[in-house]
């Protein structure tokens, strides 16, 4: 699995590991080093990915909009992804992230993930893109943007030559107070890999994950986690009574 978005460290990580930033393809996710026992991408206990606060706002980091496509392709063919077409398909895509990642955060885009399926097939030719945006407007404005239609204007023009080749796409446009997420020893993904502008302070901007402690206060459950009003953090402390 692959992470998409901008390099940027984890916040409010324990001070036991500190965050680093991974190198390689612009869309790598970024890593919390954890030491030798265990691979540096993982960070152990529990997290949630929230919109991080901006210093000096006075506005409180959390549950906001969220726009997500999921984009899954799959090769049909006997070749797999050596098929005919496959790997243009797949060069359109790696532009699209490119730009996206280039032209953030004006354009919305908050980053994803990348999985492939494994148990369908043994050939493991279908794989689904995670893409994470601030509202379907800004998904919406991609759709319609310079870089997609090159790869829209190719699939149309030779999609009749590639019956092979399946792609589709869903959207969830969801409001605040609608999802939460949970990661429990787990490396940055989903909504957990996407990175944020903010400004410090200072004023000055800089990139920032989404991982935040989940083991504290309201975000210990999953109503907290979605900021329902009632929810105080401990509606799951019966279950753990002795």
């Known amino acids: 699995m692959a992470a998409h978005g901008r390099h940027a460290a984890n916040r409010d990580l324990p001070p036991s590991h500190p965050p680093c930033v991974r ?4 869309w790598a996710g970024a890593g919390v080093q954890v030491g030798e ?18 210093p000096g706002t006075g506005k409180e980091g959390g549950n906001e909009d969220v726009c997500l496509i999921m984009l899954p ?3 049909n063919h ?6 005919p077409g496959y790997r243009e398909l797949g060069v359109h895509f790696r ?8 032209k953030a955060p004006e354009n919305g885009f908050l980053g994803g993930s990348a999985f492939q399926n494994t148990s369908d097939r043994d050939s493991c030719c279908e794989v689904l893109n995670l893409m994470y945006f601030r509202s379907h ?4 404005a991609f759709a319609h943007s310079a870089v997609h239609r090159q790869g829209w204007d190719w699939w149309t023009k030779n999609r009749k030559d590639f019956g092979h080749i399946g792609i589709s796409h869903e959207v969830y446009s969801v409001p605040a107070g609608r999802w939460e997420t949970i990661y429990t020893n787990y490396h940055p993904a989903g909504f957990g890999a996407t990175n944020h502008l903010v400004a410090d302070e200072d ?3 800089r990139w920032t994950g989404s991982l935040v402690d989940a083991t504290k206060g309201r975000l210990r459950t999953a ?20």
């Not at 006997?78 to 098929?83: E, Q, V």
């Not at 109503?223 to 002795?242: F, Q, W």
């Open 23 to 26: 190198t390689g393809p612009r």
């Open 37 to 54: 026992d265990r691979p540096h991408d993982v960070a152990p206990g529990q997290h949630t990915g929230r919109y991080p606060p901006s």
């Open 73 to 75: 392709a799959r090769s």
């Open 78 to 83: 006997p070749l797999g992804i050596l098929a």
């Open 95 to 102: 532009n699209m992230i490119f730009d996206l990642d280039e």
């Open 137 to 140: 407007e800004h998904l919406q």
């Open 203 to 205: 004023g000055e901007k």
């Open 223 to 242: 109503p907290g986690r979605m900021g329902l009003p009632a929810a105080n953090g401990k509606e799951n402390d019966k279950y753990y009574e002795v």
